[in-house]
């Protein structure tokens, strides 16, 4: 693989941000590569650790002279990165994010960006629960999907720079637009996120079961919710936040959906719940059919097959 | 380990009871084993694999001589078979089941067992997604909680023994009443089990988001929902049709709990989501702390840490 970009500068250096520059790095597909982060911390283990090659203090003078800038802060600070660094942004370079929503991300950053700079909004579909420089590492997007979502029409040139890069970071990139990332993402992430942090609310708050007790026996289903319900509470409050629009709907169409079940449930209309329960599966095959899921389960954290 | 029964019957001879005759063999805590299942294939297969000592027809001749019977059927089918074995009992033995609900199983089966006869109902938490003859293991229950519920006052005799032939088969063994049982079950497994059920049923009807793209898409969160939302539909429709006050209690605060948060979210209240999601992370901490998981989440598989 050759480079693709002579300098990249990444804005936050968290999860995402340092192994984007692990596989990056490892591909060759980056010149230079400037990093900077809010937390003095951070910017100090980044430095310690050699994980970029210039450590800039502030988000404006790594970017100078970028030829890409990732911009890789909670959803709800882009806004604010962005209006920082649009003046001093090069001429003709790509702008690109690595939020989960993008519509609220599109009308926060776009109107910050200069005539002439690209910005190609993306979103890698992979995580683990763990944050922070150190977290990184360079499968993170090996055989998961890099969703590229522009608004509207974008530089082709741009666009296929981006996509091949990503393509170079491992990931299957797919193009898709902003309205309907953002539902699609609902379905497939954010909303299991939400109601899994309810059911564990629910539990905490039940309080003829006692805490020892649901940790005592939660092997049976359970376990796995809380695991979610453990992801980072900034992150998924901007998520939430965000995408309103799809949020409420889904959460409608779910709360219909349980009040149907439960209408059964208390009818004893097992012909109903058997019917649910089997048409379920078909998804699940079908997940495994697509080579998207092994025998090992790992809630999205991204490092694929542990088996 | 020295042998505890001398004469173990299993009525139904899927995932638990295959493992129970497995561990119980290789810990000699059964003298001679015998075992029978409505299907005439699972039958066969029993034979062909010597699951068993004898493979009976029926579960009249299943019983014959037993000083322990487990009932290994679902729930819906154990007063039927507690009916039909009632009249062959052996005097003194005791008779104990596996169902996921307790109190809808001691009212079908307590009316059929006769004076003198021990009937402990009981709740091994351990499980996979597989099913059937072969799918036992001896290491199913190593480690996971198997707790003992009886209903009322019990042979103190009667009820050690049951309890020492569970910790022999590698178990971690607790007595609770039946109420308490129903409710803390409902919390730690069949809520989360119904709730995974409707978030996979609500994907697969909201048609703007095709099919594909969930199962492409699923890596970040949803992918586990999926499997669990592929268990048994026989065993989890006759839970909850059986579990009946309990689940309509805990779905009640679950909807809720989902619709204050949503108010939260379309109200832009932040910090109610913030603290929200802040709280739930140390029941998390709470069950890695009681051993109960580890990094490799596997979703109530039963079969303890993959690493």
Known sequence: MSRIYERVAYIGLGLIASSMIHAGRRAGLQGEITGTARSAETRAIAREDGLCDIVAETAVEAVKDADLVVLCVPVGAMG??????????????????????KRAVIDAVAPHMPEGVH?????????????????????????RYTLIVPDGDVDPAALSRLEQFWVGLGANVEVMDPEHHDLVLMVTSHAPHLIAYTMVGVADDLRRVTDSEVIKYSAAGFRDFTRIAASDPTMWRDVFLNNKDATMEILGRFIEELMSLQRAIRKGDGDLLFDY???????????????????????????????
């Open 80 to 101: 604010r990165v962005a209006e920082e660094i649009g003046p001093h942004l090069k001429p003709g370079c790509t702008v690109t994010d690595v939020g989960s929503v």
């Open 119 to 143: 910005f190609i909004p993306a979103h890698p579909l992979a995580g683990t629960e763990h944050s922070g420089p150190r977290s990184g590492f360079a499968e993170l997007f090996q055989n």
């Open 277 to 307: 329960f089997t048409r379920t599966r078909a998804i699940r095959r079908g997940i495994i059919e697509a080579g998207q899921d092994t025998d090992a389960p790992d809630f999205g954290r991204g490092k694929g097959a542990k088996e």
